[in-house]
């Protein structure tokens, strides 16, 4: 079933918050043996972490483009939605335009493999976490919303969801901004090459995977127009998800008012700590 929702930008609460209960987060470096790149991620764990031994799903909250792995943390209360919804969120560094890709031209920008091998590995050693597909969702804003939908795409082993908040579907028309031709060369001379590392391109791969896909964007966003192209590119394709559409631009404002629909979603969907 897909859904097409057009909601007001007042945040509803969704859970009432527990009352006297904390979450806690942990600031690590992660050096990846597959990516050979080393940096600074937090993670943010619920109250009854450390009171219980089971093991937890986990959310990987991506940044955007010129952002860096606090940004989530700083901008929004992470340690009660962990305590509301009873999950880990790992905030991971994408670099400041690394746009969560293996870079062809670049071989030291290999984020791609950093945050969906190198990362999950990591949390996986180092925390109780619900090491399996079902238990792992992932999310960004803009650049992260793109990273998101293409992670999943391209790692269906690693993760069973993922949510893009105000993400940037088709890097084409941006050819000579956010840092991307330092990835991908010109575009001029390398279209196809631009093409296949949009998202757009990789929707046929997931067709039949049974994947659960939200994508959300603010009807004043400039990247809106991507996100209703690949909306009705997933419907021609029969691929399942949640398009939602509420008034708002590109701002934190809307990202995290954003994001407490998002793990909504991925609970609602299957991601527990069964």
Not at 47 to 69: E, Q, R
Not at 161 to 188: C, D, H, N, Q, W
Not at 264 to 271: H, P, R, S
């Amino acid at each position: 079933m897909i859904k097409t929702i057009l909601i007001c930008a007042c945040l509803i609460t969704l859970f009432c918050p527990a009352v006297g209960y904390t979450g806690s987060a942990d600031t690590v470096t992660i050096s990846g043996a597959k990516s050979a790149i080393s940096a600074k991620a937090i993670i943010v764990l619920p109250d009854t972490y450390a009171k219980s031994k089971k093991k937890y799903p986990v959310v990987y909250l991506l940044h955007g483009w010129s952002g860096n792995y606090r940004n989530w943390y700083d901008k929004t209360d992470l340690e009660t939605l962990t305590d509301r919804f009873n999950l880990i969120i790992v905030c991971p560094d994408g670099g400041y335009a690394g746009w969560y890709i293996d870079s062809p031209l670049n071989k030291e920008s290999k984020y791609s493999t950093y945050i969906a091998v190198d990362v999950v590995a990591y949390v996986d050693q180092h925390y109780r976490t619900l090491p399996t597909v079902s238990g792992r969702a992932i999310c960004g804003l803009s650049m992260g919303g793109h990273g998101a939908l293409y992670l999943l795409s391209t790692y269906h082993e690693i993760y069973a969801m993922a949510g893009s908040i105000s993400g940037l579907m088709e890097l084409t028309p941006y050819a000579k901004r956010y840092g991307v031709v330092e990835l991908l060369g010109e575009f001029e001379t390398r279209q196809q090459v631009w093409r296949d590392y949009s998202c757009i391109a990789l929707i046929d791969s997931l067709k039949g995977k049974k994947k659960r896909i939200m994508l959300d964007c603010g009807t004043a966003d400039p990247f809106i127009e991507t996100n209703r192209e690949l909306h009705r590119l997933m419907i021609s394709a029969d691929i399942e998800h949640d398009y939602v559409e509420r008034f708002g631009g590109h701002s934190w404002e809307y990202w995290t008012g954003a994001l407490e629909y998002h793990l909504l979603f991925f609970v609602k969907n299957g991601l527990s700590d069964r």
